[in-house]
C-alpha cells in the first residue's frame, strides 16, 4: 500500500466524519428553527386600542376604571387613543357604547374641553342661579355633584295672620337630582380656570322645560340648593313646607289634672202602705220603693 493511498484514505475519513457532525447538527437544530418560522408566520400583528368597558355619557369626564386596553388585529385609524394614560380625564363630547374605540372623534382633551357647551349632556340646558354662601351650602359643592333646588316664596313680606307667629311663606322642592356643570369659574372639566375665584353663581344641567322653570323663580322667591349624597340619585315626593309648620304648640299646664270624685247615686224614695184588715188595732205597714 502506498504512502499516497493511504493519505487519500485518511483525507477521505475526515471529511465523511465533518460531513456526518454538520448533518446530526442540522438535523437538531432544524425543529427548532422551523417552530420559530412557523410562530412567525401565525402570530398576526396586534395594535393597542382604548376602548370603553361601560357606556358612557355625553359629557362625562372619563376615569381609569372607565376603559381598558384592547389589542385589535386591525390598524386603528388615525386620532385613535392607544394608550390608558392619553385616555384618563378626557370629556366625551357625544354617548360613547360599551366596547367602543375612543378617538379624537367621540372625546376631547380636557386641556380643550373648558368650554361649558362641551360637557353639557345631550338634550339639556345649562343654567346659572346667583348663589351666596348660605344657599350653596357654604361654597361645598363641587363640578360633578348632584343637588335639590328648592324655592323660598316672598309671601314672608307680609304681616303675619292672626294667631300666628310668623308671616305666611313656602318653601317648595322644585327640581331633584340635577347635575352640577360649574361652580364659578370652575366646571367639571380638570385644570379649568378661576378655581380660587369667589363664587356667585352655579350652573346646573336641565331640560328645556325645567330651565323655564328656573326662569321664573326670581318673579316667586329666592332658591336655595340641598346637596345630595355622592350615588344617590332616587327622587321622592315632597310636600310643601310653610311658616305654619313652624308654629309651635299651644302651651299644656304639665300638672296632673285633679280628678273629681263621681257623685252618689241617689238614695231611692220610698212609700208607705198601710192595710187594715178587720179591727183597727191589726195593721200592716208596707214600704214600697220608686217615686210618688
Avoid: C
Wanted: hydrophobic share 45%; aromatic share 2%.
Amino acid at each position: 500500500m502506498s504512502i499516497r493511498w493511504v493519505k487519500r484514505a485518511l483525507t477521505a475519513g475526515l471529511f465523511l466524519t465533518a460531513g456526518v457532525f454538520y448533518l446530526s447538527e442540522f438535523l437538531a437544530v432544524q425543529p427548532g428553527r422551523d417552530q420559530k418560522a412557523q410562530a412567525a408566520i401565525v402570530a398576526p400583528a396586534t395594535f393597542p386600542v382604548i376602548r370603553a368597558v361601560k357606556p358612557l355619557a355625553h359629557g362625562s369626564v372619563i376615569g381609569p376604571d372607565e376603559v381598558e386596553l384592547h389589542l385589535s388585529p386591525v390598524a386603528p385609524p388615525k386620532g385613535a387613543i392607544t394608550s390608558l394614560e392619553n385616555a384618563t380625564d378626557r370629556i366625551a363630547v357625544r354617548d360613547i357604547a360599551n366596547a367602543e374605540p375612543l378617538s379624537d372623534i367621540n372625546t376631547v382633551a380636557a386641556a380643550e374641553g373648558t368650554n361649558l357647551s362641551q360637557v353639557i349632556p345631550q338634550g339639556l340646558r345649562a343654567v346659572a342661579l346667583r348663589v351666596s354662601e348660605v344657599s350653596s351650602v357654604a361654597n361645598l359643592i363641587k363640578p360633578g355633584d348632584r343637588v335639590d333646588v328648592l324655592v323660598v316664596s316672598n309671601a314672608a313680606r307680609t304681616p303675619p295672620a292672626a294667631g300666628m307667629l310668623f308671616p305666611p311663606a313656602q318653601a317648595v322642592t322644585v327640581l331633584q337630582n340635577v347635575p352640577v356643570l360649574a361652580v364659578g369659574g370652575v366646571t367639571v372639566v380638570p385644570g379649568s380656570k378661576d378655581s380660587n375665584a369667589p363664587v356667585r353663581t352655579v350652573a346646573l344641567a336641565v331640560t328645556p322645560r325645567q330651565a323655564a322653570m328656573m326662569a321664573l323663580v326670581p318673579t316667586v322667591g329666592s332658591e336655595y340648593l340641598s346637596l345630595r349624597p355622592a350615588n344617590d340619585e332616587v327622587e321622592i315626593a315632597t310636600a310643601p313646607v310653610s311658616t305654619r309648620d313652624l308654629q309651635p304648640n299651644q302651651a299644656v299646664d304639665e300638672r296632673p289634672a285633679r280628678v273629681a270624685s263621681p257623685p252618689a247615686p241617689p238614695r231611692p224614695r220610698t212609700r208607705t202602705i198601710e192595710v187594715i184588715a178587720g179591727k183597727s188595732d191589726n195593721v200592716s205597714r208596707v214600704s214600697l220603693a220608686g217615686d210618688r
